[in-house]
């Protein structure tokens, strides 16, 4: 019997790193354009940034496996200097004890909120839900606030540190 999965989707490498760890998720390297981690459970990607890399790497996984819920976990910009960084929100859900905001997707980093209405900024998220819910309902998008809309990418182990801390929070849902 094929057993249907939870699919976790990141877009760099230190956003998965902590659950790769925690899960003990091998690597097939058969797999070319993207990173694909399993165990009997999960199916975790790591895309690689934008549009295209996260509807690629979802489309594959859809095709080639059984997937009963997907999880978006990632670092987000936030327009808003009162939210600490580190802080945890579903954009797509209302949810227990997690705090609820809406995302702009983009395509480029944006360094100012003059055109952004929404509280939070990513690259994938968009893409990531709109993929996914073709497939299947269960759908969780979580977001961590890692900067004030800085084009930087953070530090590897800062963004490591920023999902292994919001993990107790939002890990039951997987």
Same mark, same amino acid.
């Given at each position: 019997?094929? $057993?249907?999965?939870?699919?976790?989707? $990141? +877009?760099?490498?230190?956003? +998965?790193?902590?659950?790769?760890? &925690? &899960?003990?998720?091998?690597?097939?390297?058969?797999?070319?354009? %993207?990173?694909?981690?399993?165990? =009997?459970?999960?199916?975790?990607?790591?895309?690689?940034?934008?549009?295209? /890399?996260? #509807? =690629?790497?979802?489309? &594959?996984? %859809?095709?080639?496996?059984? #997937?009963? *819920? +997907?999880?978006?976990?990632?670092?987000?910009?936030?327009?808003?200097?009162?939210? *600490?960084?580190?802080?945890? %929100?579903?954009?797509?859900?209302?949810?227990? /004890?997690?705090?609820? +905001?809406?995302? $702009?997707t983009v395509d480029?980093?944006? =360094?100012?909120?003059?055109?952004?209405?929404?509280?939070?900024?990513?690259?994938?998220?968009l893409y990531f839900?709109?993929?996914?819910?073709?497939?299947?309902? =269960?759908?969780?998008?979580?977001?961590?606030?890692?900067?004030?809309?800085?084009?930087?990418?953070? *530090?590897?182990? %800062?963004?490591?540190?920023?999902?292994? /801390?919001?993990?107790?929070?939002?890990?039951?849902?997987?």
């Amino acid at each position: 019997m094929i $057993t249907s999965k939870v699919l976790i989707h $990141t +877009a760099l490498q230190p956003e +998965a790193q902590y659950l790769i760890n &925690y &899960y003990k998720l091998k690597q097939d390297i058969s797999v070319q354009n %993207f990173k694909l981690f399993f165990n =009997d459970n999960i199916i975790l990607i790591v895309s690689g940034m934008g549009k295209p /890399n996260t #509807i =690629d790497s979802l489309e &594959y996984v %859809f095709e080639n496996y059984n #997937i009963k *819920k +997907a999880i978006n976990i990632g670092i987000v910009g936030c327009c808003d200097e009162s939210i *600490k960084i580190g802080t945890l %929100f579903c954009t797509n859900r209302l949810l227990p /004890n997690i705090n609820f +905001a809406s995302i $702009t997707t983009v395509d480029e980093p944006l =360094d100012s909120d003059e055109n952004l209405e929404t509280l939070l900024v990513d690259m994938e998220s968009l893409y990531f839900k709109e993929t996914c819910l073709k497939y299947i309902k =269960d759908v969780y998008v979580f977001k961590v606030v890692s900067d004030y809309l800085d084009v930087t990418i953070p *530090k590897k182990s %800062f963004v490591i540190e920023l999902i292994q /801390n919001s993990f107790k929070s939002w890990g039951k849902y997987i």
